[in-house]
């Protein structure tokens, strides 16, 4: 599971929730089947993160050098293909 030393402050500062108090919810579905909006806060931030620190940095030095930044992260087409291949990584 992605995670850095600053992650909890980021999404603390971000959503105003402690991951680390609901560690339990990012594995297991809530008892009641109900949507954790916990799950979602986590995985939203993951995403943004990266976005952040791996795409806008690249696609910035691309547009610095005169370079087309084109191309995918694995199995993009679809929320399975991204579920399952984040899985297995």
Same mark, same amino acid.
Request: hydrophobic letters at 45%; aromatic letters at 6%; zero cysteines.
């Given at each position: 599971m992605p995670y850095?030393?600053?992650?909890n402050k980021t999404c603390f500062n971000k959503y105003g929730v402690n991951i680390e108090d609901h560690l339990p919810v990012? *594995?297991?579905?809530n008892e009641d089947n109900t949507i954790?909006?916990?799950?979602y806060y986590y995985h939203?931030?993951? /995403?943004?993160r990266f976005a952040e620190s791996f795409s806008y940095n690249i696609g910035d030095w691309c547009a610095k050098h005169? *370079?087309?930044f084109?191309?995918?992260?694995?199995?993009e087409s679809s929320l399975?293909?991204?579920t399952v291949k984040? /899985?297995?990584c």
């Open positions: 850095t030393t600053d992650f990012l *594995i297991w579905e954790s909006p916990i799950r939203e931030h993951i /995403a943004q005169g *370079i087309a084109t191309g995918h992260v694995m199995n399975l293909g991204q984040t /899985a297995l």
